[in-house]
C-alpha cells in the first residue's frame, strides 16, 4: 500500500470514529433533555410534567393520567382501605383511561377529546384526539414542544348516530361537524346501507324536533354538498339500511338423504322436489309415508283462541272449544300438507310445493314397527305387517289387561300427530301408535253417597207434589 492509500484509509477511519462519537454525544444530550409540558383543565391530576422529545398530546394527558392513579392507590392504601374497595376503583377508573381496549372513553361526559387546545406561545392549537383514536391521523395528536401547555375543557355538547353505521352511538360534538364527520368517528357505514334517504332529527326548541332529510349518496360524492349537512348540538343522524340486503334463504334437510345439511334456496321459487334431488335422494331405509315438511314461520304463528283456552278450565268448554283445544294441543305446529310418496314416485307438480325460507324437511327411518301403548298385556313395539287392522297388533300385544277401556282406543298417526278413533277398515300404518287408555277406578262409596242424595231429593220432590195435590 502506497502513502497516499494509507492516507485516505487513515482519513477514514478517523471519520468514522468521529461520527459514532457524535452520535453517541447527540444520543446522550437528547436523553438528558426534558420538555416542560403543563396539562390543565378537566383532568384528575393537572401539573407540569417532565416529557422527553418527541412526546404527542395524548402520551402527556396519559402520563398524567397514570400519575393520578398511582397516586390514589398509594394514597388508598395508606388509610388501610380495604383491597375490595381498591378493586372497585381500580375497575370503574378504566372508563376515564384513553385506550382502544376500552371503547367507554368514547362516550364519556366528563371531559373533552375533541376540543382539546394546544397552547404554544401566542399559538393555539386545535387536538382531535378521538380522530386520531379512531382514523389514526397524526396531525390530530402533535408533538409537544418545551413549556406547550395542554388544556382539556369538558365536554358540552355531542351529536347522536344510529342505523347502518359499524359504531352507532353517541359522540362529541364540535363546531362546523359535517354529517360525514360524525360517520367517520362511528367507523364508516355498513354495506347495507340505503344512499337514497337518510334523516336528522333536530330540536327547533325545549321539545319540539324537525325532520331533515338528506341524500348521502351526494354528500360522499361531493363533502362540500348541502346535503353533507352541518350538525348542531343535540341532533340525532339516522341512517337506514337496505331491507333483505343479500338475504341468505334456505332449509334445513336431515333424516334419511344420502346429503343432509343446509341448501340454499329462493324463498317461493325452490320447490321441494327439486331440493330431494339436490341432497342426493332418499335412502333405502327412508320412511317417505311418515316424511313431513314443517314451516318455521307457520310454527310461531300466534294463535289468540287457543292461547284463550289454555287460560280456562276443561270443564268451562263448550263442547266445540273442547274439541278445538284438544285438536291445537295434539297437532305438531307448521306441518305443510304434503304427500311425499305421491309426490317422489310421480315426480308429478301437483304434489309439489314451494319452500320458504327456514323449512324443516324431514325424512324419517323406516322403523318397520307399530307401537302399541297402554292397558295392554305387553304394551311396547309390534312387528309392522301390511293390511292387518288395530286388533291384530293388540292381540300381538298379549290382548288387553283387566282396566283396559276398550271403548276409547285411539289410533295416533306418525306422520301427523293425529288422533283417529281405529275401525275395522282403518289402515295401519308403520310408526302408528295405538293407545288403550285405562279405565276410570269406580268409588262405590262415593256413588253410594250420589244414589242416596238423589233418591233423597226424588222423594222430597214426591213429598212436595202430593202436598201440593191435597190442597
Known sequence: MNKSKKMYFILFVFLIITINIFAQISKYRQDEVLYNVSVVGAIDNPGVFMVPPSTRVSEVIKLSESEFF????????????????????????????????????????????????????????????????????????????????????????????????????????????????????????????????????????DKETEIL??????????????????????????????????????????????????????????????ILIQCGEPTQSADILNSFVQRKASSKEFDPEFERLKEISTNNMSSLEYAYFKNKSREIKGICSVDFSNLWNSKKSKYDIALKDGDFIFIPEKTATVIVSGQVVNPGLIAFEPDKDYKYYIEQAGGFDWNARKGKIRLIRANSGKWVKPKKNTVIEEGDMLFIPEKAEFDYWQFTLDSLRILSQIATLIVVVQNLSAK
Open 213 to 274: 332529510s338528506f341524500n348521502l349518496k351526494n354528500a360522499i360524492s361531493d363533502p362540500e354538498c348541502e346535503d353533507n349537512m352541518i350538525l348542531q348540538n343535540d341532533d340525532r343522524i339516522y341512517i337506514k339500511t337496505i331491507p333483505e340486503y343479500h338475504e341468505k334463504q334456505y332449509v334445513n334437510v336431515a333424516g334419511e338423504v344420502k346429503y343432509p345439511g343446509i341448501y340454499a334456496i329462493e324463498d317461493g321459487q325452490t320447490t321441494l322436489l327439486q
Open 70 to 205: 398511582e397516586k390514589e392507590i398509594e394514597l388508598k392504601k395508606a388509610e388501610k382501605t380495604p383491597d375490595e374497595n381498591i378493586d372497585f376503583f381500580k375497575e370503574n377508573y378504566k372508563e376515564y383511561l384513553i385506550d382502544l381496549e376500552n371503547e367507554d372513553f368514547l362516550s364519556s361526559e366528563r371531559r373533552s377529546l375533541r376540543n382539546i387546545i394546544l397552547k404554544r406561545s401566542d399559538e393555539e392549537i386545535i387536538v382531535d384526539l378521538l380522530r386520531f383514536y379512531v382514523m389514526g391521523e397524526e396531525e390530530d395528536n402533535p408533538y409537544v414542544l418545551d413549556g406547550d401547555v395542554i388544556y382539556i375543557p369538558s365536554r358540552k355538547g355531542e351529536v347522536s348516530i344510529y342505523g347502518a353505521v359499524n359504531r352507532h352511538g353517541n359522540y362529541e360534538f364540535v363546531e362546523n361537524d359535517r354529517v360525514l364527520n360524525i360517520i367517520e368517528l362511528a367507523l364508516g357505514l355498513k354495506i347495507n346501507t340505503f344512499l337514497e334517504k337518510a334523516e336528522i332529527v333536530r330540536f327547533t326548541n
